[in-house]
């Protein structure tokens, strides 16, 4: 027993001794066998013929098998415009200064006729006065008087009528103005008058100078293809309290605008045409707050590059985004499966967080 007894304590002792000599070799050889796993990454290396932010590299096979889709580029033109703002204007103020204003014409024509009535009836009194008194130099003067009285009348109405008209001119503009001192309106004037139409009211940036022959698009804030055509009337006096930038006055047909409703606007800018393309919705990735699209640069190769959100077109072919620069026509963008090259692209970028 006693023999058996330390054989078997001779064993553990081996053992143990062996474990603790061994520690290190057997880390090292678990350390080897995992460096031997290698992990392909897609992220090739930068090349400075691309200017994109990042460039991945994947197998034809594997495309197919990710059901990667592609589209080319076609150019296209685009008519540069101006966003701004309006208001659809009541012009209750304007037409209560035109009926004032002929109010005071009609005062001042009935005024007119007092005072020749007035003058005829001062010359024949002066003619029975020189003529052996037949009437008194009393009733000359009273005349007179008379006389005198409708002429100041007269001026006080003409004051009143120019008046009102300087008014006008001051919280409307001078166009406008002008449109409702016309005894006979015309068309335009008429239209607002009739309700046809309505008058706008939009402030636009103050680098924007428009004209009668710039375009401008009405649609009502939160309607959808309700564009409407205004025409260009003058600009405006007053500003608008809410939005910084010069004011002007267009005219458009009333259908469903409503007396102040607020509505956005487009205004095509004369000259500024450019060529672009653009890219499709369904091309964009976001990523840090901007647009991407991956760009195919060869059977393999994929450079990912930022794209211009600053133009928005939508039409029955295509929507998407306008851009000018980084891509061009012909050039080839991934649009199914785009995020999927993001994935790959940020996991490579992960750091091992286990090595130390």
């Known amino acids: 027993m006693m023999i058996i007894g330390i054989q078997a304590f001779l064993i553990i002792v081996l053992f143990w001794l062996?474990?603790?000599?061994?520690?290190?070799?057997?880390?090292?050889?678990?350390?080897?066998?995992?460096?031997?796993?290698?992990?392909?990454?897609?992220?090739?290396?930068?090349?400075?013929?691309?200017?994109?932010v990042a460039t991945l590299v994947l197998p034809v096979a594997l495309q197919k098998q990710s059901g990667l889709q592609f589209t080319r580029l076609q150019a296209t033109t685009h008519q540069a415009t101006s966003?701004?703002?309006?208001?659809?204007?009541?012009?209750?103020?304007?037409?209560?200064?035109?009926?004032?204003?002929?109010?005071?014409?009609?005062?001042?024509?009935?005024?007119?006729?007092?005072?020749?009535?007035?003058?005829?009836?001062?010359?024949?009194?002066?003619?029975?006065?020189?003529?052996?008194?037949?009437?008194?130099?009393?009733?000359?003067?009273?005349?007179?008087?008379?006389?005198?009285?409708?002429?100041?009348?007269?001026?006080?109405?003409?004051?009143s009528a120019n008046g009102i008209r300087d008014n006008m001119r001051q919280l409307w503009g001078a166009t406008l103005a002008n449109w409702a001192t016309q005894h006979t309106p015309n068309s335009a004037f008429e239209g607002l008058l009739q309700h046809r139409d309505v008058l706008i009211k939009v402030t636009l940036p103050f680098e924007v100078v428009p004209d009668k022959n710039t375009i401008l698009s009405i649609?009502?804030?939160?309607?959808?293809?309700?564009?409407?055509?205004?025409?260009?009337?003058?600009?405006?006096?007053l500003t608008d309290n809410t939005i910084q930038g010069k004011t002007y006055y267009y005219h458009a047909p009333a259908g469903n605008l409503r007396t102040n409703m607020r509505v956005s606007a487009r205004l095509d800018t004369q000259g500024k045409v450019t060529t672009g393309v653009i890219v499709p919705h369904q091309a964009v990735v976001w990523y840090a707050n901007q647009a991407w699209v991956y760009q195919k640069v060869g059977p393999e190769k994929f450079v990912r590059r930022l794209i211009n959100t600053d133009v928005?077109?939508?039409?029955?072919?295509?929507?998407?985004?306008?851009?000018?620069?980084?891509?061009?026509?012909?050039?080839?963008?991934?649009?199914?499966?785009?995020?999927?090259?993001?994935?790959?692209?940020?996991?490579?970028?992960?750091?091992?967080?286990n090595e130390d």
């Open 219 to 237: 649609t009502p804030m939160g309607a959808v293809s309700q564009n409407v055509q205004a025409k260009f009337i003058s600009e405006a006096a």
């Open 83 to 159: 966003a701004a703002f309006g208001t659809v204007e009541s012009i209750d103020s304007l037409v209560e200064l035109r009926t004032r204003y002929f109010a005071a014409l009609a005062d001042g024509n009935v005024i007119r006729t007092n005072i020749a009535s007035a003058e005829q009836n001062l010359q024949r009194l002066k003619l029975l006065n020189q003529d052996d008194k037949n009437v008194s130099d009393r009733v000359v003067q009273e005349a007179e008087a008379l006389l005198n009285s409708e002429k100041a009348k007269l001026s006080a109405a003409s004051t």
């Open 18 to 52: 062996l474990v603790f000599y061994g520690k290190d070799e057997y880390e090292e050889l678990g350390a080897e066998l995992d460096e031997e796993v290698e992990t392909r990454s897609l992220v090739a290396e930068h090349a400075n013929a691309d200017a994109g």
């Open 312 to 353: 928005e077109i939508e039409s029955e072919a295509i929507s998407g985004w306008y851009n000018t620069v980084d891509i061009a026509e012909n050039d080839e963008v991934v649009v199914s499966g785009a995020q999927l090259l993001l994935s790959e692209e940020l996991k490579y970028q992960i750091q091992n967080e």
